[in-house]
């Protein structure tokens, strides 16, 4: 049953397709689990095939029989990638972004369904959920200090979860200044904003014109910094935008995406 899932070698979901059908794939991991033990579960979640691995991670994750925080540091070492099928898309993730969004995802379901009211306060009582889930916070405490190279929209996660501990500041500082981390760089901006007023000011004018943005993950930190500049009403901040996107190259691999901003500001290269 194991050689049949990794023949296929794709995580697929319970609901694939424009029929939304349960994939054999899925049936085969559920029939599969029926006869595993909770130590071969974990067994089967340090699997050398990413596809076993991530079945069994996501199932210790659901059952509650997991170490999450293990996991995910487990991953992110390894910092492997799976092919995936859900709804109508495939796709190929981090194993250690799926890890993340299994418990993300897990702890907002749970917290809405406690909630008999409207949309509002069940949307309230996913980000308490999110906010003050101890495991939560331990895995975006991983996530903040790995040296690791980290999947951009987990840091939008972490950053958005909550406030987080002053003792992690130079860490944050360290990612936002050093790292070009936008999504630090805002968490810094939203609750700390008097405190780093004069540093934010001095990326943005000065650091930011000479950053170089390189990889997939530092193309979106590019976006999110070109954003924030242009929505600006500083004058001086628009044109460093601008200029950086005239001197800068890598963007323009992704240039619907960033015409698109653009665009919306009435600019056009």
């Known amino acids: ?23 054999p794939q899925y049936k085969r991991f559920q029939k599969l689990k ?11 979640s340090k699997h050398k095939n990413a596809t076993i691995r991530t079945y069994a991670s996501m199932e210790l994750i659901q059952s509650g029989k997991g170490n999450v925080p293990e996991l995910l540091s487990t991953e992110l070492q390894k910092n492997e990638m799976v092919e995936t099928f859900e709804g109508c898309i495939m796709d190929v993730e981090p194993i ?5 969004h299994e418990y993300w995802n897990k702890i907002r379901i749970e917290a809405s369904q406690k909630v008999k009211g409207n949309n509002y306060e069940q949307d309230l009582a996913m980000k308490k959920a999110l906010a003050t889930d101890l495991i939560m916070e331990k895995l975006d405490s991983i996530i903040i200090y790995s040296n690791e ?21 130079p860490r944050i500082e360290e990612l936002a200044f050093d790292k070009n981390n936008s999504y630090a760089f805002e968490y810094l901006a939203k609750f700390y904003q008097s405190e780093y007023s004069e540093k934010l000011d001095k990326y943005l004018t ?24 242009l929505e600006s009403k500083n004058e001086e901040f628009k044109n460093i ?29």
């Open 241 to 269: 935008a601008i200029n950086k996107l005239r001197t800068d190259e890598v963007w323009k691999d992704h240039k619907g995406w960033f015409n698109t901003t653009l665009k919306k500001h009435g600019i056009e290269l």
């Open 1 to 23: 049953m194991i050689d049949s899932i990794i023949k296929v070698n794709r995580v697929e979901s319970d609901c694939v397709g424009y029929g939304c059908v349960v994939s």
């Open 96 to 100: 250690s972004s799926i890890i993340y």
């Open 149 to 169: 190279e980290i999947y951009w929209l987990l840091y939008d996660r972490t950053f958005e979860n909550r406030k987080h501990k002053d003792s992690y500041l």
């Open 34 to 44: 029926k006869k595993l033990s909770d130590k071969e579960l974990t067994e089967l």
């Open 206 to 229: 000065t650091d930011f014109p000479k950053a170089k943005f390189q990889t997939e993950n530092e193309v979106f930190y590019l976006h999110s910094f070109i954003e924030k500049l």
